[in-house]
């Protein structure tokens, strides 16, 4: 297992999800689809984030509640639906329930910053 821990990552689009895999391996992440984190089954490593696409956040309630039912970590939510600027990244995070959101686009920094920041928030 890397020392920063396992990062489950949902996302639909290949290129993006290839892109997250590729930022937060660099940085020192284990990072694996659910359908890998399934496979290891009892050799699997606990997740300390999962990093979940949501299309919309209006009907994001369905999809955060069945992973937090699989996964016993904070979530991070993605969005290209979600309002730029802290104020309303906040107020959708604490609406969803989750650790953080991150509006799409985003760059390696932000992405980098709100993992620790969700990671940090589980201390």
Do not use: H
């Not at 590729?22 to 699997?44: F, H, M």
């Amino acid at each position: 297992m890397n020392p920063k821990g396992c990062v489950i990552v949902l996302e639909e689009d290949a290129l993006i999800r290839d892109l997250l895999e590729r930022w937060l391996g660099e940085a020192g992440y284990e990072v694996l689809s659910p359908q890998l984190w399934q496979a290891k089954d009892g050799q699997r490593s606990v997740p300390w984030l999962v990093v979940a696409d949501v299309p919309s956040p209006k009907d994001a309630d369905a999809l955060i509640r069945s992973l937090e039912a699989v996964y016993a970590a904070p979530i991070l939510v993605l969005s290209a639906r979600f309002r730029r600027g802290l104020a309303g990244s906040a107020e959708a995070a604490r609406r969803l329930g989750v650790k953080r959101v991150l509006p799409k686009p985003f760059t390696r920094k932000e992405l980098l910053s709100a993992v620790r920041e969700s990671l940090e928030a589980t201390d």
